[in-house]
């Protein structure tokens, strides 16, 4: 169920976030009406998925959007339990979760049906570009992959989650994919050859490899796979002030430049490191989207190589 709020505010959505997108400079930018209707003082504690809060970069995107809304009063951020993707997207639908108030998941159409999307991407669509985490004695498997079509006919098997959205994708482009429940699982799946490539996003790679001390791993060097995939904040269908008040931050955010600020800050460091200006893009069609979902993916396709640009600067 998306607000009321939230539908009458899609077209402003969508205009913030072609500036968010291409990145154009905040100067240039002209401020939109906040269309804020009652907001309640005090003081309330968020719990953010344990998967978000565990990542620096996702933790302090929901700390800046929270921080720029101080009418709504003071607030504290606490990690969820360790729940899996599929498991903390039914605790935010059944509306009365004790255990879960906000997750950042990419989205589809059926996840903006059930749930209450704040409809801005918080990587600045960065999640639907993909590198391969392979076992250093499989980097020769991909040397001679150049196209979706050497990808589908090779023997190369890439691991997802079972409840992650890029599974149907990658399934729907004719690609071979390997699934558990577990996100930490999967990575001792790819150490016993389960599979040959742990796809991750390329604003997440650099802190999954820190985070699991994976110094067995490298970062496939020369591909890149690209499908349109925007990553929401999501809450519960019936929790409209954090939807509202999340939504309002990030469109300041964006507004007064902190959200370009933000992007360069966390995600500089990985399209350089990536080397993402020189690799060979694989591009995959994602059926799974809403219309404004898709519109916000093409855009982010559209405009890879001058994000890329700028943020290795």
Known sequence: MVSRYQKGKSALGVCLLAVSLTLIAPATVSAAPEMVTEVSEGHRSFILWYRNYDNPAIRSLVELALSKTSEYGSYDLIRSVELSQGRVLRELANNNSSLVDIANVATSS?????????????????????????????????????????????????????????????????????THTRYEILFGMLRNE????????????????????????????????????????????????????????????????SFAVYLKTWFGRAVVELGLERRKVLTLENPYLSEESMYVGRHTLENLRRRLEFLGQ
């Open 194 to 257: 389960r599979f040959e490539c742990f796809a991750r996003g390329i604003s997440e790679v650099m802190f999954d490899l820190e985070l699991n001390q994976a110094d067995d791993l490298v970062i496939e060097p020369d591909l890149l796979l690209a499908y349109p995939m925007p990553s929401y904040l999501f809450v519960a269908p019936n929790d409209q002030e954090a939807a509202h008040r999340l939504q309002l931050g990030l469109e300041r955010a964006i507004q007064d430049g």
């Open 110 to 178: 059926e996840r903006e049906a059930y749930l209450n999307p704040v409809p801005l991407p918080v990587d600045g669509g960065l999640l639907g570009f993909r590198v391969c985490l392979v076992l250093p004695k499989n980097l020769s498997l991909f040397q001679d992959i150049n196209t979706i079509e050497d990808l589908q006919n090779s023997n190369i098997r890439i691991g997802q989650g079972a409840h992650w959205p890029d599974t149907p994708i990658l399934e729907a482009n004719g690609i071979n994919v390997i």
